[in-house]
């Protein structure tokens, strides 16, 4: 079969789940994922044929994206901060706005130094491992409640030749954070049960709950749970790094003035305040 006619069928099945760009950039994900096949390879030869085990893979792919499982779980990987990282249901799929954060932290922290870095909640490993990439120097550790995450983590952390003290761990939980830290960094669970009408299918049916909802009583539950532990464990000069709700960047810059801390909050390239840094006055 051409693989042309077998992205007229995949356009045509996926037309009114979602727009015609997207589906062909899918299609594109997945041939160059699978068959190291992109979408140039295609225009110089558009009569590229597919075999019978092809069109399956692909036929598989169709039916996730039917049922809007991300496409990064079908591939079963995906890229942030330049480097890849392998996913599935047991983690968050890193966002762009993430990726921020990390460049936010890597410009007040300099490669040379051998400073002391903590990520909380680190589901993937996204954030500690693109510093760790970065940071060849400094010291990092890793906390996430899931055993399943931390599976991911340390895959990640491997393919990406970082050494990282990942640890098993319920924030809620931890009355002190062993050591002293130069910097806490945090992406924790902070959508409301009321915004889930907000969500795509792709995040509500395929994204770890725990990793994602908190109560709409009590929004602010991990970060402050965390900036009190920071206030203790941080060194002099030592910065908190948080991705926030954007509908709730006041009340958590608030809560965190509240503990002692200046802060300042960031826009992410989307015009939306989603980071807050905090510095022990």
């Given at each position: 079969?051409?693989?042309?006619?077998?992205?007229e069928?995949?356009?045509?099945?996926?037309?009114?789940?979602?727009?015609?760009?997207?589906?062909?950039?899918?299609?594109?994900?997945?041939?160059e994922?699978f068959?190291?096949?992109?979408?140039?390879n295609?225009?110089?030869?558009?009569?590229?044929?597919?075999?019978?085990?092809?069109?399956?893979?692909l036929?598989?792919?169709?039916?996730?994206?039917k049922?809007?499982?991300?496409?990064?779980?079908?591939?079963g990987?995906?890229?942030?901060?330049?480097?890849?990282f392998?996913?599935?249901?047991?983690?968050?799929?890193?966002?762009?706005?993430t990726?921020?954060?990390?460049?936010?932290?890597?410009?007040?922290?300099?490669?040379?130094?051998?400073?002391?870095?903590?990520?909380?909640?680190t589901?993937?490993?996204c954030?500690?491992?693109?510093?760790?990439?970065?940071?060849?120097?400094?010291?990092?550790?890793?906390?996430?409640?899931?055993?399943?995450?931390?599976?991911m983590?340390k895959?990640?952390?491997?393919?990406?030749?970082?050494?990282?003290?990942f640890?098993?761990?319920?924030?809620?939980?931890?009355?002190?954070?062993?050591g002293?830290?130069?910097?806490?960094?945090s992406?924790?669970?902070?959508?409301?049960?009321?915004?889930?009408?907000?969500?795509?299918?792709?995040v509500?049916?395929?994204?770890?709950p725990?990793?994602?909802?908190?109560?709409?009583?009590?929004?602010?539950i991990?970060?402050?749970?965390?900036?009190?532990?920071?206030?203790?464990?941080?060194?002099?000069?030592?910065?908190?790094?948080?991705?926030?709700?954007?509908?709730?960047?006041?009340?958590?810059?608030?809560?965190?003035?509240?503990?002692?801390f200046?802060?300042?909050l960031?826009?992410?390239?989307?015009?939306?305040?989603?980071?807050l840094?905090?510095?022990?006055?």
């Amino acid at each position: 079969m051409k693989l042309k006619a077998q992205k007229e069928i995949f356009t045509k099945s996926l037309e009114n789940e979602y727009p015609v760009e997207e589906v062909h950039s899918f299609f594109f994900m997945l041939t160059e994922a699978f068959f190291k096949i992109n979408r140039l390879n295609l225009a110089l030869n558009p009569e590229l044929e597919i075999d019978k085990s092809q069109i399956e893979k692909l036929e598989s792919a169709l039916a996730g994206l039917k049922n809007h499982e991300p496409i990064q779980h079908i591939i079963g990987e995906t890229e942030f901060f330049g480097l890849t990282f392998k996913v599935d249901k047991n983690v968050l799929v890193p966002r762009p706005e993430t990726e921020e954060l990390v460049e936010w932290i890597l410009e007040e922290f300099f490669e040379e130094e051998s400073g002391r870095i903590l990520d909380i909640g680190t589901g993937s490993g996204c954030i500690a491992i693109s510093l760790a990439k970065n940071l060849p120097e400094a010291q990092i550790s890793a906390i996430d409640i899931s055993e399943a995450a931390l599976v991911m983590a340390k895959t990640n952390a491997e393919i990406n030749n970082v050494d990282i003290n990942f640890i098993q761990e319920d924030i809620l939980k931890t009355e002190a954070l062993k050591g002293n830290w130069d910097v806490i960094v945090s992406n924790p669970p902070y959508v409301r049960e009321l915004e889930k009408k907000e969500m795509h299918r792709n995040v509500l049916e395929y994204d770890p709950p725990t990793a994602l909802y908190v109560k709409d009583e009590n929004p602010l539950i991990f970060y402050e749970k965390i900036t009190k532990l920071a206030k203790s464990s941080l060194n002099p000069s030592g910065k908190l790094y948080f991705e926030i709700n954007q509908y709730l960047a006041e009340e958590t810059e608030k809560m965190m003035q509240k503990y002692g801390f200046s802060t300042e909050l960031r826009k992410d390239l989307f015009g939306n305040f989603r980071m807050l840094k905090g510095e022990l006055r």
